[in-house]
């Protein structure tokens, strides 16, 4: 993870760039999203999948939430990547 932006307005957005630096492909990664409050409680999360993530290349993820769902900043973002396991 390179980067994480989160907004308020004008729905809750997150924007993650996440970079593979390795010299392998990976096809159906999964990130996952996990906002908290100031005492560490999630209270917003959600999940994507990128199809493809090419060796030496940066993606930009987007995970968006319904207006009122989320009614403040966070007090952290966690951006979670999981790779398919490698045979």
Do not use: C
């Not at 996440?18 to 990976?26: E, K, S, V, Y």
């Amino acid at each position: 993870v390179i980067s994480r932006d989160f907004s308020l307005t004008p729905k809750p957005s997150l924007s993650v760039v996440l970079r593979n630096a390795g010299d392998r492909d990976f096809a159906d990664v999964q990130v996952s999203a996990v906002l908290t409050d100031a005492a560490g409680n999630a209270y917003a999360a959600s999940v994507t999948r990128v199809s493809a993530f090419p060796a030496q290349s940066e993606k930009t993820v987007s995970f968006l939430w319904p207006v009122g769902a989320v009614s403040a900043e966070p007090a952290a973002v966690q951006a979670l990547v999981r790779v398919p396991a490698i045979r």
